[in-house]
Nanobody, 124 residues
Framework: QVQLVESGGGLVQAGGSLRLSCAASGRTFSAYTMGWFRQAAGKEREFVAAITRNGGFTDYADSVKGRFIISRDFGKSTVTLQMNSLKPEDTAAYYC?????????????????WGQGTQVTVSS
C-alpha cells in the first residue's frame, strides 16, 4: 500500500495562491493515479483534480479549472496542487488520494488511499 502526507495548507486572502504538496511512500509511485478531494464544513466531499500515473493526463472540477494545476514529480514521489486566484468558496480540508492502476476517476470510492488532510482557509 501507499502512505500519503499532505502539507502546505494555511490561511490566505482571496485572490492569493497556495501550493499543496503530498509525499507518497510505500509502493511504486508510478503505479498510482493521484488526485485531490476537498470537503468544506457541513458539505459533502468533492473532487478537485486528478493526474494519471504517467502524468500524461489531468482532470479538474469545473469549479477550479483554469485556477488550479496538478502535477507530479516521480523523482521525489510527490504530487502538487498549485492553487491560484483563490476564492472564499475554496475553503475546505484538502485530501491527497491515490488509486492503483491507470485511468482517473472523480468518484471518491475509487481511491483506496487517503492522506490525513490539510486545511485551506481563504478570507474575503
Amino acid at each position: 500500500q501507499v502512505q500519503l502526507v499532505e502539507s502546505g495548507g494555511g490561511l490566505v486572502q482571496a485572490g492569493g495562491s497556495l501550493r499543496l504538496s503530498c509525499a507518497a511512500s510505500g509502493r511504486t509511485f508510478s503505479a498510482y493515479t493521484m488526485g485531490w478531494f476537498r470537503q468544506a464544513a457541513g458539505k459533502e466531499r468533492e473532487f478537485v483534480a486528478a493526474i494519471t500515473r504517467n502524468g500524461g493526463f489531468t482532470d479538474y472540477a469545473d469549479s477550479v479549472k483554469g485556477r488550479f494545476i496538478i502535477s507530479r514529480d516521480f523523482g521525489k514521489s510527490t504530487v502538487t496542487l498549485q492553487m491560484n486566484s483563490l476564492k472564499p468558496e475554496d475553503t475546505a480540508a484538502y485530501y491527497c488520494v491515490a488509486r492503483y492502476g491507470s485511468g482517473y476517476s472523480r468518484n471518491d470510492d475509487e481511491y483506496h488511499y487517503w492522506g490525513q488532510g490539510t486545511q485551506v482557509t481563504v478570507s474575503s
